[in-house]
């Protein structure tokens, strides 16, 4: 049962990929925003910016993970017998 449950919480399609990469680009984008009020000037900016970039780092991670475990399933199931 608690497998069941863990799948839940594993990202398996690059369209749910893509919807974790928004909600994190929409939190991101929206605490930048608090940064800019608390902060005025350059500081704020560099803090929005450095929320935006978090985003991409996440983003392309997520992808690459997505690639690596289909290509390990792909070599798992090419190494089993038929």
Same mark, same amino acid.
């Given at each position: 049962?608690l497998?069941?449950?863990?799948?839940?919480?594993?990202? *398996?399609?690059?369209?749910? &990929? #893509?919807?974790?990469?928004?909600? /994190?680009?929409?939190?991101? +984008?929206?605490?930048?925003?608090? @940064?800019?009020?608390?902060?005025?000037?350059?500081?704020? *900016?560099?803090?929005?910016? &450095? #929320?935006?970039?978090?985003?991409? /780092?996440?983003?392309?991670? +997520?992808?690459?993970?997505?690639? @690596?475990?289909?290509?390990?399933?792909?070599?798992?199931?090419?190494?089993?017998p038929?």
């Open positions: 049962m497998k069941k449950i863990g799948r839940l919480f594993v990202i *398996k399609t690059k369209f749910e &990929a #893509c919807l974790i990469i928004y909600a /994190l680009g929409v939190g991101a +984008i929206a605490r930048g925003m608090i @940064y800019i009020d608390e902060y005025p000037g350059v500081g704020g *900016k560099l803090l929005l910016l &450095a #929320c935006s970039g978090s985003v991409f /780092l996440a983003g392309a991670k +997520i992808f690459d993970c997505l690639r @690596y475990e289909k290509a390990e399933r792909e070599a798992a199931a090419a190494q089993q038929a």
